[in-house]
């Protein structure tokens, strides 16, 4: 996802003079391109990442459009009042871009791990807050939401394996059905999405046929997508590398309460962190958000015995 990011911010600022990428001394072997291809456009503010959005704000006050490269964690966290009173409050086309969400960055801690980010990005008004599943749909979501009038929050994988049947769509405000079902609804946040598709090529296996939605929109909220898949699933399933509050789980309890969708359901998150420290498929197994633990919950759903 990356890679795609980057590569899509080169031909943006080749044709935009107002693209600039500023990053807090990370993201190299990775933001070369774009430091080579326009050297007076990027600037390495050393490990200050509220200096960072203090200076994108500025210069976005003066007309450019600064993309803040880091860390999910620290693109988020460190800085996060310079956010709020900065682009936030004045409306400014700032882009936070956190790679790493969830336990990407699983064996470098627990301070790297990500698993506030969209909560509190979705807290924050005005600010559009997005996950793309794979890198194609990373290109897409770029060209779509790149000179949109305010603040922009991308939650980008360090690698993402492609998402079956996504084909890289992206629509601002909407959800991305990839597989159709009857028996459940699964919805992933993000790079999750082939995890799901594969428990759902599990499910099958056992004659469970499960539609899959992937949510790489999380603000502006896809109410309406999520409300007509809920209203003809008999259960549903969420599916994310975060916390259980303010991510893609509390979203969609949130539309289902708001619009009277009585269903079973079951979030897949990560519910006690705990400080571990291991590989990302290690983290992410012990919190039950790979597909075989996905599948197995779903049926636990269906029989009436999920959480």
């Given at each position: 996802m990356?890679?795609?990011?980057i ?5 943006l ?9 500023l990053?807090?001394d990370?993201g190299f072997?990775v933001?070369?391109?774009f430091?080579?291809a326009f050297p007076?456009?990027?600037l390495n503010v050393?490990?200050?990442?509220q200096?960072?959005l203090?200076?994108?704000?500025g210069?976005a006050?003066?007309?450019f459009i ?5 860390i ?5 966290l460190r ?7 900065g ?8 882009r936070v ?7 990407d960055?699983g064996s470098a ?10 909560a509190l990005m ?7 807050v ?9 290109a ?5 939401t790149?000179?949109l ?6 939650r980008?994988?360090?690698g993402?394996?492609?998402a079956?049947g996504?084909?890289g ?7 991305d ?7 459940l ?5 993000g790079g ?9 090529e599990?499910?099958?296996?056992q ?6 939605l992937?949510?790489a929109c999380?603000?502006?909220?896809p ?8 209203a003809?699933?008999p259960?549903?399933?969420t599916l994310?590398a ?11 309890a ?5 619009s ?9 998150d990560v519910?006690a962190?705990g400080?571990?420290?291991g590989s990302?498929?290690w983290l ?9 633990q996905v599948a197995?919950?779903?049926l636990a ?6 959480r």
């Amino acid at each position: 996802m990356r890679k795609a990011f980057i590569d899509g911010l080169v031909e943006l600022a080749g044709r935009d003079r107002r693209v600039m990428l500023l990053t807090a001394d990370l993201g190299f072997m990775v933001v070369e391109p774009f430091a080579t291809a326009f050297p007076d456009r990027f600037l390495n503010v050393g490990v200050a990442e509220q200096n960072m959005l203090g200076l994108a704000t500025g210069l976005a006050e003066a007309g450019f459009i600064p993309f803040c490269y880091s860390i999910a964690a620290f693109a988020v966290l460190r800085p996060y009042e310079f956010i709020r009173n900065g682009p936030v409050a004045h409306g400014l086309p700032v882009r936070v871009v956190g790679v790493g969400g969830g336990f990407d960055y699983g064996s470098a801690g627990a301070t790297h791990h990500a698993l506030e980010d969209v909560a509190l990005m979705r807290a924050l008004p005005g600010m559009t807050v997005l996950a793309p599943a794979d890198a194609a749909q990373t290109a897409s979501a770029l060209t779509a939401t790149w000179d949109l009038p305010g603040p922009v929050y991308y939650r980008l994988g360090k690698g993402g394996q492609p998402a079956p049947g996504l084909a890289g769509r992206f629509a601002l405000g909407r959800a991305d059905p990839v597989r159709p079902g009857g028996d459940l609804l699964l919805l992933a946040l993000g790079g999750m999405l082939p995890e799901a598709c594969a428990a759902a090529e599990l499910l099958a296996a056992q004659g469970v046929q499960a539609a899959v939605l992937g949510v790489a929109c999380l603000q502006p909220a896809p109410e309406a997508d999520l409300r007509a898949a809920i209203a003809t699933a008999p259960a549903v399933l969420t599916l994310e590398a975060h916390g259980p509050v303010g991510g893609l789980g509390a979203l969609v309890a949130e539309v289902m309460a708001a619009s009277g969708l009585a269903r079973p359901f079951r979030r897949l998150d990560v519910v006690a962190q705990g400080g571990l420290t291991g590989s990302a498929a290690w983290l992410n197994r012990r919190h039950g958000l790979t597909a075989p633990q996905v599948a197995a919950a779903a049926l636990a759903l269906l029989q009436g015995s999920g959480r």
